[in-house]
């Protein structure tokens, strides 16, 4: 039961709505008190802890200072700032967001944007994470796609929120993975999700709806996704 109807209020528009944030609220809050439904659907809960926040600190409920800080208190989660002016989405802008590594599947994510290159001559990538770049630009300059990755280093606050606005799509090929929290973060901003169906992901993505999944170590099904 508690599955159904988390699901429904997260995927939804109810969640959204004044009523519907605190009905979400209070069935985390029982969830939370309850050890065996906190240890079944702790990823979910987690989900909806990061939900919650970010609508805490939209504008349609900033006027409210009681949610604002109830919220902050009761879940201790820090939310996306809200950006001062609205940007557009850019039709050739992925963004990845994540440790510049192996397991997070950039090789796939690189080959996949050198098979996309030829026929998109404007898609550049925004890779935005912690770890050493050195490997990932010589991959790329081996791939011939380096003119087209801009290495931004780790992002937070406003940047990660403009980031996200911005993108086409985010990307997260991972070969292994828990409950990401850059696909939270890009579901509450509605960015397009293209990742891999492993570990926690297709708990918070379903196919063709708030992104595609597509087989880990897949270069080629990664491109045809994207």
């Avoid at 109810?14 to 240890?39: I, S």
């Avoid at 990061?50 to 919220?71: G, H, P, Q, W």
């Avoid at 510049?100 to 030829?118: H, I, M, N, Q, V």
């Avoid at 550049?124 to 050493?132: F, I, N, Q, S, T």
Wanted: proline share 7%.
């Amino acid at each position: 039961a508690f599955a159904d109807l988390h699901r429904s209020l997260l995927f939804g528009n109810e969640w959204q709505k004044p009523d519907g944030y605190f009905v979400l609220h209070e069935l985390l809050a029982f969830c939370q008190r309850r050890a065996d439904v906190n240890r079944d659907y702790r990823d979910r809960i987690a989900f909806g802890k990061k939900c919650l926040m970010n609508v805490a600190s939209s504008a349609k409920f900033s006027s409210d200072r009681t949610i604002r800080e109830y919220a902050s208190e009761i879940w201790h989660i820090e939310p996306l700032p809200p950006l001062a002016q609205p940007v557009a989405r850019r039709q050739d802008r992925l963004l990845f967001l994540g440790q510049l590594s192996e397991g997070k599947g950039l090789p796939e994510l690189l080959s996949a944007l050198a098979l996309l290159a030829p026929a998109h001559p404007r898609l550049r990538l925004w890779l935005a994470g912690d770890g050493d770049p050195a490997p990932w630009r010589e991959l790329a300059a081996r791939l011939g796609v380096l003119d087209r990755l801009d290495v931004l280093g780790w992002v937070a606050g406003a940047d990660k929120t403009r980031l996200l606005a911005e993108a086409a799509a985010l990307v997260l090929p991972s070969r292994a993975e828990g409950q990401p929290i850059s696909v939270l973060e890009a579901l509450t901003q509605g960015t397009p999700v293209v990742a891999s169906a492993v570990g926690g992901i297709p708990e918070l993505i379903t196919d063709g709806e708030q992104g595609l999944l597509v087989p880990p170590r897949d270069a080629r099904a990664l491109a045809g996704a994207l």
